[in-house]
T-cell receptor
Framework: QQPVQSPQAVILREGEDAVINCSSS?????VHWYRQKHGEAPVFLMI?????EQMRHEKISASFNEKKQQSSLYLTASQLSYSGTYFC???????????????FGQGTILTVHP | GAGVSQSPSNKVTEKGKDVELRCDPI?????LYWYRQSLGQGLEFLIY????????KSGLPSDRFSAERTGGSVSTLTIQRTQQEDSAVYLC??????????????FGQGTRLTVV
């Protein structure tokens, strides 16, 4: 089942913060976050594991609430380069193993203006 | 290679023709995935390879779609008798699963397929 992302779109001024949420109705093993710029390949940002810690990459961080099966991506002091479409990909455990098959949300379009 | 390479980058084909899309994964990556991205949509899983085997083909939308992988490396996605609804960007990804647990997938830039 496809995870639900919110909001669908965000417009920011450079330096502002944003939060993107990803919710699943299924029990998850991990959540992967990617950013895709127009016409380019999705670029990996971070992975959140069941029972794992909050992750951080420069000014982007993310958390995973296992009780709610929800992950949030936090973009702090946004830069122009943060513009793009953000996708969460969810992974379910398959019989005690996981092989990386992801079910992606519909994406959140982030636009950062000067 | 340095990254996942896909060819062609763009393909325009007439309805009813067959097309082949190619993916060269990162060297040493045993896991390979195909996804499809329709305009303004998220990525839709098609098929997963581990080596040359495809243990999960659950996302292939119809029997017109098939894929193979040879030598544990290059993969080809074939669409027979293309339809207009097949128009999309087809993305390939590879990873070091299962040798490295919980590692990420690296995506190619995709093949934009347009069926006219």
């Amino acid at each position: 089942q496809q995870p639900v992302q919110s909001p669908q779109a965000v417009i920011l001024r450079e330096g502002e913060d944003a939060v993107i949420n990803c919710s699943s109705s299924k029990a998850l093993y991990s959540v992967h976050w990617y950013r895709q710029k127009h016409g380019e390949a999705p670029v990996f940002l971070m992975i959140l594991l069941k029972g794992g810690e909050q992750m951080r990459h420069e000014k982007i961080s993310a958390s995973f609430n296992e009780k709610k099966q929800q992950s949030s991506l936090y973009l702090t002091a946004s830069q122009l380069s943060y513009s793009g479409t953000y996708f969460c990909g969810t992974e379910m455990e398959a019989g005690g193993t996981s092989y990386g098959k992801l079910t992606f949300g519909q994406g959140t379009i982030l636009t950062v203006h000067p | 290679g340095a990254g996942v390479s896909q060819s062609p980058s763009n393909k325009v084909t007439e309805k009813g023709k067959d097309v082949e899309l190619r993916c060269d994964p990162i060297s040493g990556h045993t896991a390979l995935y195909w996804y499809r991205q329709s305009l303004g949509q998220g990525l839709e899983f098609l098929i997963y390879f581990q080596g040359n085997s495809a243990p999960d083909k659950s996302g292939l939308p119809s029997d017109r779609f098939s894929a193979e992988r040879t030598g544990g490396s290059v993969s080809t996605l074939t669409i027979q008798r293309t339809q207009q609804e097949d128009s999309a960007v087809y993305l390939c990804a590879s990873s070091l699963r299962p040798q490295q647990k919980n590692t990420e997938a690296f995506f190619g830039q995709g093949t934009r397929l347009t069926v006219v």
